[in-house]
């Protein structure tokens, strides 16, 4: 997520009856994402590129030079692992809030990912009004050349 | 200039149409002309004529083994087991379909890339029923909803926003399943929810006001012609059902809309309703302006196996005898394929399209049943009825849900041949005398199997009844087929498969699983110089049912999702 947002104590919070939050928070802008390229060993920001809706996905790195990753606004996307380059997308709809992984059956690369976001994944859509009437479905996709 | 001529020269100059910030009315004479808008799906099977053809060519039986998945878009999202019956429409770049909720959506599909929601219409329905769509006329997108009492709702196509709504009261217990068919000013509806115990109707509304202009039930009552043919002392004219749940086909020329009505009530049971049963399984031909009956003609007459015949009534030319003649075909639930001339309903032919065993066959002058009595109140015909409950059930064919069914057939005028999607199980049906009320239904029997639900893709020339070629398919297809100028004819199976065929020799060219069933047809349609198959998974209750005996899909799950395929 790229996003800040003001949060604001409330110490009545604290109980089964107010809830635990402990306060709330507030944004009005539209919630983005990063997918960020790092030198974890350094620390080093190599490249990040900022994405129009959130992932509450994540992000897979395969050996084929590629990493993968899913959005609310319901893209799976393909990058290069170096150049951070869009190489392919398709929408399908439905928001994601399940990482993708990728797998081998019968000599076949596969890229599976399940969609159908979660309450809180789809509450980060809040001040995306294009999406204001996207409706969700639980859905394994799979992906082959 | 008119928006009509603009739309042509932009087709002229042989270029997809850009979607207007505001999209162009649907005028009378557009519908009229739905062939002339290639790129577009104004109504419920396409054109008025039935055929669900469309001319699109650039999918084709060369590069069809490249399509894939465009984009998908998720519908419904208020419970489980939500499903759709409704072909979508798609004018200049954007689809409007409709849920098992009723709800009404417009779909941005301009871009290619996805599938935006721009509104949706929800009626607040109780609960979940059958919708096939919705109509397109002036500015406004119309589509039925709800029950006690059931509404027909007509939205702003720019906003979304309940223009009119009009609901019928004194028939409490009826539904409306079709889409409605915008015929000049008029709105020709139909009712449904036959199957518990109501008597059926059609009806005009004015499409600016929704106003009732006219209404003719489908049940001839006391002093009308036909109310003879409901014999014995149960009053059953009363609840006999005659539904209305397919749209029908309209014929400009002679200004005559055909709709295929449903079975009487109980579907199982002919002692309750002793006769023929009229107007029930019958294609009614009415003047669309006042309702008026042109003329009538009923396929099984004291029917008893739910044959009922709402699947479409194709308009088609073809040549009988050396001349050129106006014919209506339809292939029926209850096996046979007839085609008829337009003017009257007077047979053509009527010729098996598959394994039927209720009747030694049709009449080819009358199209009645060989063994058709009509001195009896009880027809017997080839003796497959289980009338007598001491003798041991037998099996018969076609099951009770066809055949074909509300599943649409279409026709190529490239090829002049029929498309049938056909069920091919026998079934065994038994009475249950009791079952006549509101407590126990009104079945009026049961129908059996064990066997698996499977289905015929068939091809048969609609003049001579010819069956050219079968292909067996190892689900049931309660989708229907799409023909297209690119030579493939495509259907969507109980299992999850969408897949295309060439036109001519059924060789399958292309399909995909989405593990969800349909039980929607599949439609085509082009935006920006490009085409896409669009077609809505999520498969209703009763076409579930028919996994009963596939025990490979037990655990299958379903999802309400408008795929969209494209190269």
């Not at chain 2, 557009?30 to 004529?49: F, Q, S």
């Not at chain 2, 029997?445 to 020339?461: C, I, K, P, Q, Y």
């Amino acid at each position: 997520m790229s996003n800040c947002e003001d949060i604001t104590i409330d110490t009545n919070k604290h109980s089964k009856a107010a809830g635990w939050q402990g306060g709330t928070f507030k944004i009005t802008e539209r919630y983005t994402s990063d997918l960020t390229a790092v030198d974890p060993t350094s620390g080093e920001v190599k490249k990040s590129i900022r994405l129009n809706y959130p992932n509450y996905s994540g992000a897979l790195s395969t050996g084929g030079g590629l990493v993968f990753l899913a959005l609310m606004d319901g893209t799976i996307a393909a990058y290069d692992d170096t150049s951070l380059e869009e190489l392919w997308k398709i929408n399908v709809g439905s928001g994601f809030t399940a990482p993708p992984m990728t797998f081998e059956a019968g000599g076949k690369q596969y890229v599976a990912i399940a969609s159908g976001p979660s309450n809180s994944g789809k509450s980060r859509l809040v001040n995306t009004p294009e999406l204001k009437e996207q409706r969700h479905a639980t859905i394994l996709f799979v992906f082959g050349l | 200039m008119t928006r009509i001529s603009a739309a042509l020269l932009a087709l002229a100059a042989g270029t997809a149409m850009i979607a207007p910030t505001l999209a162009a009315d649907v005028t009378p004479e557009r519908l009229v002309n739905a062939d002339k808008e290639p790129h577009n799906w104004l109504m419920n099977h396409r054109t008025y004529d039935g055929q669900r053809y469309s001319p699109l060519e650039r999918i084709n039986k060369s590069n069809v083994k490249g399509l894939k998945l465009a984009y998908a878009v998720p519908l419904g999202g208020g419970a489980g087991n939500e499903f759709t019956v409704a072909t979508p429409l798609v004018e200049d770049g954007f689809l409007y379909t409709t849920d098992s909720w009723g709800v009404l959506y417009k779909i941005d599909v301009t871009s290619g890339q996805l599938g935006r929601i721009v509104w949706r219409m929800d009626p607040k329905q109780e609960r979940q029923l059958r919708n096939r769509g919705a109509a397109l006329w002036g500015n406004l997108v119309i589509t039925g909803a709800g029950i006690s009492p059931a509404r027909i709702i007509a939205a702003d196509k720019d906003t979304g926003k309940v223009v009119w709504e009009t609901s019928f009261p004194d028939t409490p217990d009826v539904t409306f399943t079709s889409a409605p068919l915008a015929i000049k000013d008029k709105i020709i509806i139909g009712a449904a929810n036959g199957d518990q115990g109501v008597r059926d109707w059609m009806a005009g509304l004015d499409a600016k006001t929704g106003k009732l202009l006219w209404r003719k039930f489908t049940i001839p009552g006391p002093g009308e012609p036909g109310h003879e043919t409901w014999k014995g002392n149960n009053n059953a004219w009363q609840t006999g059902g005659g539904a209305i749940w397919v749209t029908g086909t309209y014929d400009p020329a002679t200004n005559q809309t055909i709709w295929g009505t449903g079975n009487p009530v109980p579907m199982f049971d002919p002692f309750y309703r002793p006769g023929d049963n009229l107007y029930t399984n019958s294609a009614i031909s009415y003047d669309p302006d006042t309702g008026n009956m042109n003329w009538f003609f009923q396929y099984t007459p004291g029917d008893m196996w739910d044959y009922d015949e709402v699947g479409t009534h194709i308009l088609i030319d073809g040549t009988v005898g050396g001349q050129q003649r106006k014919l209506i075909t339809h292939s029926a639930r209850n096996g046979f394929l007839y085609t008829m001339e337009r003017a009257n309903g007077a047979m053509v032919m009527a010729k098996p399209y598959m394994e039927v065993n209720w009747t030694k066959g049709i009449d080819q002058k009358t199209g009645k049943p060989l063994d058709y009595d009509p001195g009896k109140d009880i027809q017997t015909y080839a003796g497959v009825g289980n009338l007598n409950p001491n003798e041991p059930p037998k099996k018969v064919c076609p099951s009770q849900a066809g055949g074909n069914n509300y599943w649409p057939s279409s026709f190529s005028p490239k090829t002049k041949l029929l498309y049938i999607p056909a069920l091919s199980n026998c079934v065994t049906v038994t009475i249950d005398r009791e079952k006549h009320n509101k407590e126990k239904g009104w079945n009026g029997g049961n129908a059996a199997t064990n066997e698996r639900w499977e289905s015929n893709l068939t091809v048969a020339d609609p003049v001579t009844g010819e069956v050219k070629k079968s292909v067996h398919l190892n689900y049931p297809n309660y989708s229907g087929t799409l023909a297209t100028g690119g030579g493939l004819v495509f259907l969507a199976l109980l299992d999850g498969t969408i897949a295309a065929y060439d036109d001519t020799t059924l060789d399958q060219l292309w399909k995909i699983n989405v593990g969800s069933g349909f039980s929607a047809p599949p439609m085509t349609f082009e935006v920006n110089g490009k085409q896409y198959i669009a077609i809505v998974s999520g498969p209703s209750p009763v076409s579930r049912r028919r996994l009963e005996n596939t025990p490979e899909l037990r655990d299958q799950r379903h999802a309400l999702v408008l795929h969209v395929f494209g190269l």
